[in-house]
């Protein structure tokens, strides 16, 4: 199963942009896609159609964000919602070195904030709410099935 590729709208009506290109980056927005497409309480839904310009604290430059999902539902809410794995969500732990991995990924931390803080004021100007999903928003909310990793082969111990 591929982890990227072309999502098809199946209710094309309740999809706020070009339903024929809706491309999905991971398993996870995939199956948000196909929540939102069957869920009966989303009544117009869209995926990376919203940009957020950002200012990234790093380069001191404007950026353009695109929100993974924005979703109406039939209580007139709305949401932008950005769907990341929990580990991006937490300041990355340090272990006594800067490594290239330490670096990375607190780069893409301060990003990440950057971004969501834009997100959370373009959000909330507009009366919308912003939210990020992560494996465990989508395994509580039945969205994604929950890790299934199969168990190494038992091995017995030679003496």
């Given at each position: 199963?591929?982890?990227?590729?072309?999502?098809?709208?199946?209710?094309?009506?309740?999809?706020?942009?070009?339903?024929t290109n809706?491309?999905?980056?991971?398993?996870?927005?995939?199956?948000?896609?196909?929540?939102?497409?069957?869920?009966?309480?989303?009544?117009?839904?869209?995926?990376?159609?919203?940009?957020?310009?950002?200012?990234?604290e790093v380069?001191?430059?404007?950026?353009?964000?695109?929100?993974?999902?924005?979703?109406?539902?039939?209580?007139?809410?709305?949401?932008?919602?950005?769907?990341?794995?929990?580990?991006?969500?937490?300041?990355?732990?340090?272990?006594?070195?800067?490594?290239?991995?330490?670096?990375?990924?607190?780069?893409?931390?301060?990003?990440?904030?950057?971004k969501w803080?834009?997100?959370?004021?373009?959000?909330?100007?507009?009366?919308?709410?912003?939210?990020?999903?992560?494996?465990?928003?989508?395994?509580?909310?039945?969205?994604?099935?929950?890790?299934?990793?199969?168990?190494?082969?038992?091995?017995?111990?030679?003496?």
């Amino acid at each position: 199963m591929a982890y990227s590729g072309k999502y098809r709208v199946k209710n094309t009506s309740k999809y706020n942009g070009d339903p024929t290109n809706v491309v999905y980056r991971s398993l996870w927005e995939r199956y948000c896609f196909k929540w939102c497409d069957e869920n009966p309480s989303v009544i117009k839904w869209s995926s990376e159609e919203t940009i957020v310009p950002y200012l990234y604290e790093v380069d001191k430059k404007y950026h353009r964000y695109f929100v993974d999902l924005k979703i109406t539902f039939n209580n007139k809410e709305t949401w932008l919602i950005e769907i990341k794995p929990k580990k991006q969500t937490t300041v990355p732990e340090y272990k006594g070195r800067k490594t290239k991995k330490y670096v990375t990924e607190s780069l893409e931390y301060i990003k990440n904030q950057n971004k969501w803080k834009a997100a959370k004021n373009f959000a909330a100007d507009r009366g919308w709410k912003f939210v990020v999903w992560t494996e465990e928003t989508l395994e509580g909310m039945g969205i994604k099935p929950k890790s299934t990793k199969p168990l190494k082969p038992f091995r017995k111990k030679h003496k």
